[in-house]
């Protein structure tokens, strides 16, 4: 199983102890295909934007039960000030989005921001927009999703490759995940059916990509993992020089 992006997991993770939900470890380290260590670090993450923004609330563990969790809950539907600004510094800290993304997503969680802290809520906002830096990938949420959906879809694809030499460069490539890794999103899947060598992609090295209208079979999008997505990327990293393997 594919394993969830860092920033999308912790997300889901805040939120669901926000909402009192009870977190237990070896359950959601497998949901999300990461290990017990990833797992500590997330909720430490967690820990720590909770304790800068001097809230009183804390991630407790629970060994009753065995579970992690926060001990008041979401009842009123609203977002309040201190999960807006958590979800909003997340978002910034990963700086995976265009500044028009951001401001989007921002905006977006305003409209439901508690009514009692709204001046607060506008004020933060206007102040990690203005701080927040472009990663200078593009259109990535359009990318992000269209990729996605061929993904979804086992579709195979022909990616058209950036080229600072002006030159086209088509690569048929058959999807299987999209995995973030140091900070950057890669693209995974394989150029050959018969050759199941799994393949990465930086996402801002796509200039775009067209559907082939064709489908590869399901049991090779079932025989990636996210393990060896992982240890595939992190092989990527320390060959700066290459732009796919």
Not at 11 to 37: P, Q, T
Not at 70 to 77: V, Y
Not at 126 to 148: M, N, S, T, V
Not at 223 to 245: V, W
Request: proline letters at 2%; hydrophobic letters at 35%.
């Amino acid at each position: 199983m594919a394993g969830t992006d860092m920033a999308t997991r912790i997300l889901k993770l805040y939120e669901s102890l926000g909402r009192g939900k009870e977190i237990r470890k070896a359950s959601f380290c497998v949901e999300h295909g990461i290990d017990k260590r990833t797992f500590d670090r997330d909720i430490q993450k967690i820990r720590l934007f909770l304790s800068e923004e001097y809230s009183g609330r804390e991630v407790q563990y629970r060994p009753d039960r065995e579970c992690y969790q926060i001990s008041d809950s979401w009842e009123n539907g609203e977002v309040s000030f201190l999960e807006l600004a958590i979800i909003i510094k997340i978002l910034k800290s990963e700086q995976a989005l265009e500044r028009h993304e951001f401001e989007g997503i921002v905006n977006s969680l305003m409209s439901v921001a508690e009514k009692g802290k709204r001046e607060e809520a506008q004020e933060l906002v206007r102040r990690e927009i203005g701080q927040y830096e472009e990663p200078g990938w593009g259109a990535f949420l359009k990318l992000f999703g269209d990729l996605l959906k061929c993904i979804s879809d086992r579709d195979i694809i022909w990616l058209e490759m950036k080229n600072p030499g002006n030159e086209k460069k088509r690569i048929k490539f058959f999807p299987v995940a999209v995995e973030f890794q140091g900070g950057r999103f890669y693209l995974l899947g394989y150029q050959s059916q018969e050759e199941r060598r799994l393949a990465a992609f930086l996402l801002d090295e796509i200039e775009s990509f067209r559907v082939d209208f064709q489908k590869y079979k399901e049991e090779m999008a079932q025989g990636y993992t996210y393990r060896e997505g992982k240890r595939l990327l992190e092989n990527y990293r320390g060959k700066a020089d290459e732009k796919h393997f």
